[in-house]
């Protein structure tokens, strides 16, 4: 489809309105929500007590499961579908606005209705050039009332293929304009900035409560342990050990080259940190192998710490 196909399509799926989903293939149940709280550390003994669910599980209820059915298709998917057709292969998603009108039951079978609302672009992003596709999704409670709505955002773009990457990473190309941007920045935020920044200068910054002298990382606003707001930082040695690792194949991440390996190294300090391993062999990474950090510039204003094998 070109482009303005797309958009006749976009108003057609936003013309059908609400489109009622499969009802949920379970009610609202307390082992999922046992599950749940375990998995998000959340030791809150109110949900089971009062027999009602964190309002955050609200799409675990209606997941489609791995095998759908072709019933269970909504407005959106058939968007998806012909933008991955059009070449818009790749997806991120970009926005997740959840509202929640009460707390679903225990007991009670939700049901998810799906509205299409808007496809703006093509857009050039830093990823390449794509259509933001907008949808909401209400899930109804027995009684038909709205337990909870999720607006839902993504970025369907055509990712850049290997020759156009590299031929426009790095140096910028003559009579380009601008450098091309790493696809994938960090957010940097008032939390964050500090650790940045000393990765620029080649530091490894870890933040620790000006306080209590917890360190933690990720950097946040609060201390765990003393629950201070005042922080300030330190600097690591650089050494580590990987404490775990899984091996990249697929999906494609755009700006990188598959297989790559992503690590947790525990640093001597305390805490542990997510990073790539580089310059080893992947059969050769394993688990408690010492990792020294090391400092790769992805583009004009991006440094990554990655980290390399290091002396026992
Ligand atoms: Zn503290």
């Known amino acids: 489809m070109n482009d303005q196909e797309l958009h006749e399509l976009a108003e057609k799926q936003a013309a059908l309105g609400e489109v009622r989903g499969t009802p949920a293939r379970d009610p609202v149940n307390a082992p999922m929500i046992r599950h749940w709280l375990d998995a998000m550390g959340d030791e809150n003994p109110a949900y089971l007590e009062k027999g009602v669910a964190p309002p955050a599980m609200a799409q675990v209820?209606?997941?489609?499961?791995?095998?759908?059915?072709?019933?269970?298709?909504?407005?959106?998917?058939?968007?998806?579908?012909?933008?991955?057709?059009?070449?818009?292969?790749?997806?991120?998603?970009?926005?997740?606005?959840?509202?929640?009108?009460?707390?679903?039951?225990i007991g009670e079978r939700l049901t998810p209705a799906t509205r299409f609302t808007d496809l703006a672009g093509p857009k050039r992003t830093a990823l390449g050039v794509g259509f933001f596709a907008t949808w909401t999704v209400t899930w109804y409670g027995e009684d038909e009332e709205p337990v909870a709505e999720m607006l839902f955002r993504v970025l369907k773009f055509r990712p850049r293929t290997r020759e156009s990457s590299s031929s426009t990473t790095g140096q910028a190309a003559a009579g380009e304009g601008q450098a091309a941007a790493y696809p994938l920045q960090p957010a940097i935020n008032q939390d964050t900035a500090f650790f940045w920044e000393g990765v620029k200068q080649g530091e490894l910054r870890i933040q620790t409560c000006a306080d209590c002298g917890e360190l933690r990382h990720p950097p946040g606003p609060l201390c765990p342990r003393c629950r201070s707001v005042n922080r300030g930082h330190m600097v690591a040695s650089g050494q580590g050990t990987l404490y775990s690792y899984v091996v990249h194949h697929h999906p494609p991440v755009p700006g990188r080259e598959t297989p790559f390996v992503v690590g947790v190294v525990e640093l001597p300090e305390g805490v542990r940190i997510v990073g790539n391993v580089v310059d080893c062999p992947i059969e050769e990474v394993a688990v408690g192998m010492?990792?020294?950090?090391?400092?790769?510039?992805?583009?004009?204003?991006?440094?990554?710490?990655?980290?390399?094998?290091?002396?026992?």
């Open 61 to 105: 209820w209606t997941m489609p499961g791995v095998r759908r059915s072709a019933k269970d298709r909504s407005p959106v998917d058939d968007m998806i579908a012909a933008l991955d057709a059009s070449g818009y292969t790749g997806v991120v998603a970009t926005n997740c606005e959840q509202t929640y009108h009460r707390y679903a039951r």
């Open 290 to 312: 010492p990792l020294r950090v090391t400092y790769r510039r992805m583009d004009d204003q991006l440094v990554l710490p990655m980290w390399t094998p290091g002396e026992a």
